[in-house]
């Protein structure tokens, strides 16, 4: 049996045809749907790549990772779902990307090679790394000219130090010159890369290629792709593909920006560069049909790789899940890129077909428990054949949701947690906010979502009556009772142990009020000594 892991990055949860998306038609991604079961309501631990990843791959919250932005190294010994399956002769193996950065501090302090097997396997969040290419960046250890994809660029005539960045990420002008896909404006126009070269079909391949040649060991594949993520580059026949009438209507309101009754924090977003620019209307005409392109390219992708398994009888033992990394504003609440807790930023499509028989009764259910995705590492280990692991592992094993079609809702999960540390951020010099104090969380249940900001007021939104998130009451008189109460949920989340976890639950039952052997604390006498001590051992050997 194994795993196929399949994440997008920057991906909404309502750009999918089976999601009600009204123009853009992924049927491959809809047929897995039709035979696994698609949550409608999977939020990620944190709205940004690399923390949002790294609870992923450790099945763990920022808070207790400590991993909070993007290049923050995971810390060394910070057990990750690679590390787990390892144990139980499950071979993990990435292709694409993690935004994973290694803490070689760390490592050069325990005196670990980072060339040694124990040092790929923390340097690459405890993958092995079949292909990593994390792209998109056009300097940086990203975009590395001697990784594998410059260099089959290279190798397939496309000539330049840096491919990835100047074939795949740009567009070629009327006289032949070079359009850089950062800027927006020639987001309209093909990359200068033909399809069956660009990113996403690449990736595709490599994965195909790992598979093919993985025998009889079971293995875990994290086909990462980088796309929808910016820049909004897409190949032809996808570049026109869609256009301003499949655009959906923006998501904001004129309030969300009264300076008398908006969010401080929300208003500094706002305020920040990105944001502006994603608040015109030309950008949004330019960039959201290259970004239903390049969905539509993946969709196509996958149904080449399903048919290819399909072939080879791969798909009757292969756990398909289907997800994302996290949204993107696209424009909507005046925002663009990510970072708050919107639903269209935090809310996240996941599909998981499960091949083995107990999961025929829900085969097309769509489900609406409240889902975090530290909730795939347990369901990962326990399809294999994994002893559970409470103690390390905070998510919660979905297989009951996968096998049982009646699984109750009452009783699964009343609270979803996501973290924010923006102390990166133009928003937290603008608000003269000390780093320390960057942090927001949010709390959502069937309802209501809060989001707790350090230092002022919070944010709250009525989910049933305003779906779309336009009008916040977190200052609103009449809500105060709702307020207390998600705090709370978020200070008894805080108070919780989330760094023990070297001693599992059934080790401590074990040690509960015994001592080490030959240690009487509180005997008075020997008679003392018999009756409360010695006496009890006796009668529980």
Known sequence: MNVLWIMCDQLRYDYLSCAGHPSIQTPHIDALARRGVRFNHAYVQSPICGPSRMSS?????????????????????????????????????????????????????????????????HSECGFEPFERDDGIHPAGPWNDPELNYNKYLRANGFEAE???EEWANSSEGSDGEILSGWLMRYNTLPARIPEEHSETPYMTRRAMEFIEGAGDEPWLCHLSFIK????????????DMYGIGDIKPVIRAASERDPAIVHP???????????????????????????MGLIKQIDDQLGKLFAWMNERGLAEKTMIVFSSD??????????????????????????????RPEADATRGQVRDELIE???????????????????????????PLLHDSQAPRAGWR??????????????????????????????????????????FRPMLFDLEADPDELHDLGATPGYEEVRARLYEAIASWSRKFHTRITVPAEMVERQTDVEAPGVYIGAWDEEDLEKRYLKPTRERS
């Open 265 to 291: 924090v929300f208003k500094a977003f706002q305020d920040s560069r990105i944001c502006q620019a994603f608040a015109d209307p030309k950008v949004r005409e330019a960039i959201i049909p290259a970004y």
């Open 228 to 239: 929808p993520h910016w820049p909004y580059v897409v190949p032809a026949p996808y570049h």
């Open 326 to 355: 996290h949204g993107d504003y696209l424009g909507d609440h005046w925002m663009g890129d990510k970072d708050l807790f919107h639903d269209v930023s935090v809310r996240v499509p996941l599909i998981i077909c499960d091949p």
């Open 57 to 121: 791959y450790t099945g763990r919250y920022c808070r207790s990772h400590g991993a909070t932005w993007n290049g923050f190294p995971l810390r060394i010994g910070e057990p990750t779902l690679g590390d787990h399956l390892r144990k139980i002769g499950v071979r993990p193996v990435l292709v694409g990307k993690t935004h994973m950065t290694a803490d070689t501090e760390g490592m050069e302090w325990l005196g670990i090679d980072p060339g040694s097997t124990i040092g790929v396997n």
């Open 162 to 164: 840096a491919p990835w």
């Open 414 to 455: 009343r609270y979803v947690f996501s973290e924010y540390d923006y102390s990166t951020r133009y928003a937290r010099v603008a608000l003269d906010v000390p780093p320390e104090d960057a942090r927001m969380v949010m709390v959502r249940d069937e309802r209501w979502k809060y989001v707790h900001t350090e230092g």
């Open 373 to 399: 995705y530290i909730d795939l590492s347990p369901t990962f280990l326990d399809f294999f054949g994994g002893k559970q692991l409470p103690h390390v592992l905070e998510g919660r094993n979905l297989t």
